[in-house]
């Protein structure tokens, strides 16, 4: 069964280091999604992606938030740099289209700012 | 603007028992709905969804929820519970937007299964 995927599944850093997490989406999916999920919290949407531009995005994706499908194949999300309080759990998701189209999840990756 | 609440953070069953996990609404659309789950250290997987057509929806693993729009409740049940059923479970709703679907997360549910 087709899934999405996600690198690293654990990352630490140090603050004010960039960081790129990696995503490959299922293969004829169309929306591109990064959520994220900090420690205790609820999990908070960051950014819509679709035909090569970003389509929406929270208060939270900042300037210091990137977005970018660099092959058609991976869909990465990138912290310029990273402050404390991005330690979270950051889960990429696509979806094939249409409204009410289900959303694919990958496992997440954990990001630790130190 | 779009919104869901979980009543309860935690609940506690004794395997073989019912399960029901709260969840009320708020969406200025016809809202599609979903519940997710969430194992330990796994990532978020469908359990089922609501989206306009039968009011009584059916899941994976014996979840089902009613979309009551009188009650804009959409709460989760499942007759017997099973102790790989312990998980945090999420209700969300969807909101129509330019970019396809954006999903607004409750606060979760976190299950316990006990014997």
């Known amino acids: 069964e087709p899934e999405v995927t996600q690198t690293p599944s654990h990352q630490v850093t140090q603050m004010g280091q960039e960081v790129i997490l990696r995503c490959v989406p299922i293969?004829?999916?169309?929306?591109f999604y990064w959520y994220r999920q900090i420690l205790g919290q609820k999990v908070e949407f960051l950014v819509s992606?679709?035909?090569?531009?970003?389509?929406?995005k929270s208060e939270i994706f900042d300037d210091q938030f990137s977005v970018e499908r660099p092959d058609g194949s991976n869909f990465t999300l990138k912290i310029r740099s990273t402050k404390l309080e991005d330690s979270a759990m950051y889960f990429c998701?696509?979806?094939?289209?249409?409204?009410?189209?289900?959303?694919?999840f990958g496992e997440g990756s954990r990001l630790t700012v130190l | 603007a779009q919104s869901v609440t979980q009543l309860d953070s935690h609940v506690s069953v004794s395997e073989g028992t019912p399960v029901l996990l709260r969840c009320n609404y708020s969406?200025?659309?016809?809202?599609?709905l979903f519940w997710y789950v969430q194992h330990p250290n796994k990532g978020l997987q469908l359990l089922l969804k609501?989206?306009?057509?039968?009011?009584l929806v059916k899941g994976i693993n014996g979840f089902e929820a009613e979309f009551k729009k009188s009650e804009t409740s959409f709460h989760l049940t499942k007759p017997s519970a099973h102790m790989s059923d312990a998980a945090e479970y999420f209700c969300?709703?969807?909101?129509?937007?330019?970019?396809?679907?954006?999903?607004?997360f409750g606060t979760g549910t976190q299950l316990k299964v006990e014997l």
């Open positions: 998701a696509s979806k094939r289209g249409g409204d009410t189209g289900e959303l694919f």
């Open positions: 293969s004829n999916h169309l929306y």
């Open positions: 992606f679709y035909n090569n531009e970003i389509s929406e």
């Open positions: 969406s200025s659309y016809s809202p599609s």
């Open positions: 609501y989206t306009s057509a039968a009011t």
């Open positions: 969300v709703v969807s909101g129509v937007t330019g970019g396809g679907n954006k999903l607004t």
